[in-house]
C-alpha cells in the first residue's frame, strides 16, 4: 500500500482508537522512547508523522506519529486515524507552536 501521508507532514488525530499501543516489534524498529507500550494520542492533537511502516500481518500502513504539545508521547497510528493539516513544505500554513 502506498501512504497517504509523508514523513514530517502535521497532522490532526481524528480517531484515537486506530492506535495500535502495544507492537513491541515497530516500537524497536522505528526506535520508540517506550519499546513495550505507547498511550494512544487523544482526538483533535496535533501530530508530526515520524515515520511510516506496514502491519505485518493485514500490510495497513501505518504512521508513527508524536504529539507536537507533548514531544514525550508517541504512538503508532493507523490511516483512518489521522487527518493532514499542513505539509511541512507549505511553511505559509504552519504555526508557531
Do not use: C, W
Not at 14 to 37: H, M, V, W
Not at 79 to 92: I, M, Q
Request: net charge positive; charged share 25%; hydrophobic share 35%.
Amino acid at each position: 500500500m502506498m501512504p497517504k501521508y509523508k514523513i514530517g507532514n502535521i497532522a490532526l488525530v481524528i480517531d484515537s482508537g486506530k492506535t495500535y499501543p502495544r507492537y513491541a516489534q515497530k516500537f524497536e524498529l522505528l526506535d520508540f522512547k517506550n519499546k513495550i507500550y505507547n498511550e494512544s494520542i487523544d482526538n483533535n492533537t496535533k501530530v508530526i508523522i515520524k515515520n511510516i511502516t506496514t502491519h505485518d500481518i493485514s500490510n495497513k500502513v501505518l504512521y508513527h506519529i508524536e504529539s507536537l504539545s507533548s514531544r514525550s508521547n508517541e504512538t503508532l497510528i493507523g490511516e483512518r486515524g489521522l487527518k493532514l493539516l499542513y505539509n511541512t513544505l507549505d511553511y505559509t500554513k504552519l504555526e508557531i507552536l
